[in-house]
């Protein structure tokens, strides 16, 4: 048989039941996938649940009020995912009338959106012809057809995408490309392949070459940069002070803790006070303690590494701070990066009472 017949096969029997797979409606479609990049499917689930009983439609998601999105967001990070969400339901009201695109074209001129969304929305929606290339069918495609192309250079989409096409034959582009995705999602996956049950081995090019665990090739990625982050906690009768990030790049929007940024994190106490006593936002305050809460905690972004410390700080006096800072009594309200979320939950619960 062929690799369609056989995959798609294969999908009816091993599918999971998904809320986002029963329905047509390209708006839930879209929310879906937005939710799924680089979210596990398990922790995506409730999101997606959530987000639907919210916002059962379009309008009501772009009538929503953005740090209401962001809030609910919490957890998922990325949140330019968040903000690309909404701004594309403003699009679809103002330039689409209020009618969620399902043709591949239109969909890619909704932010956010690019080819892998748009064919998977026009795809599963409408059936139009275009084949998804996500991680899953990188893989599944270039075992099966033994291609060494790295999977992660300009190129690489315009050969996976039209191998995947030749590929689908004349199954459904809908049960063909949720079918490939499910493939490898579940059967050929990264490690441990199960290629001795494969419906596909008998035409699986690198398993006959012995090559399974060679693909598929990925060029090295450029270089992590390192950031050092202090976080200071000040916390008297005024409440809490924490500050939005107002500048462009990681976490604009969200809120945290005033951060001092350093080269490293060699520094002693007496070099931070200094810091602290220094910065406008603390308006020349004399520091009458440091503490290190917690150990220094790793976080990694897609370019960035951060390695961030929490210091509980005072101050000889009470102090009135710069205006930027918020003062407040929980953090609960505010949408923080999961970093310090983290930090909160582990180390400081009372702060989101
Ligand atoms: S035989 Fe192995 S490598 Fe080839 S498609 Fe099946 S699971 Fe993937």
Not at 227 to 252: H, M, V
Request: proline share 5%; net charge positive.
């Amino acid at each position: 048989m062929s690799f369609s017949v056989d995959l798609i096969n294969w999908y009816q029997k091993n599918k999971r039941e998904l809320p986002w797979r029963n329905t047509k409606n390209p708006y839930y479609i879209w929310l879906s996938e937005i939710i799924l990049q680089q979210t596990r499917v398990e922790q995506g689930k409730s999101y997606y649940l959530k987000f639907e009983k919210e916002f059962p439609t379009v309008r009501a998601l772009a009538n929503a009020d953005e740090q209401k999105v962001l809030n609910m967001w919490q957890g998922l990070g990325y949140y330019s995912r968040a903000r690309n969400l909404k701004k594309a339901a403003d699009q679809v009201i103002t330039e689409f009338n209020g009618v969620f695109p399902t043709d591949y074209k239109n969909l890619l001129k909704l932010k956010g959106v690019g080819k892998y969304t748009a064919a998977a929305v026009a795809s599963f929606s409408k059936n139009e012809r275009v084949p998804v290339v996500d991680g899953n069918v990188y893989r599944v495609i270039s075992r099966y057809l033994n291609i060494d192309e790295p999977i992660n250079t300009p190129k690489s989409y315009k050969i996976f995408s039209e191998a995947a096409l030749e590929l689908m034959e004349n199954s459904r582009p809908d049960e063909f490309n949720q079918a490939i995705m499910e493939f490898g999602a579940l059967h050929c996956t990264p490690t441990n392949p199960k290629c001795d049950k494969c419906p596909l081995s008998d035409q699986c090019t690198a398993l006959v070459l012995n090559r399974v665990k060679d693909l598929p090739v990925k060029k090295k990625k450029t270089k992590v940069r390192e950031r050092f982050f202090n976080f200071i906690i000040t916390n008297n009768a005024s409440g809490l002070a924490i500050e939005k990030r107002d500048q462009k790049g990681i976490w604009q929007n969200l809120y945290q803790f005033p951060m001092i940024e350093t080269k490293n994190h060699k520094h002693q106490f007496s070099e931070l006070k200094k810091l602290i006593e220094t910065d406008d936002r603390f308006q020349n305050h004399k520091v009458s303690k440091v503490t290190q809460i917690g150990s220094d905690r790793k976080h990694l972004l897609s370019h960035q590494r951060i390695w961030a410390r929490f210091y509980e700080v005072e101050f000889e006096s009470e102090t009135v701070y710069h205006e930027s800072i918020v003062r407040t009594k929980s953090l609960e309200s505010y949408p923080i990066p999961r970093l310090i979320e983290r930090f909160v939950e582990e180390e400081a619960p009372h702060y989101l009472k």
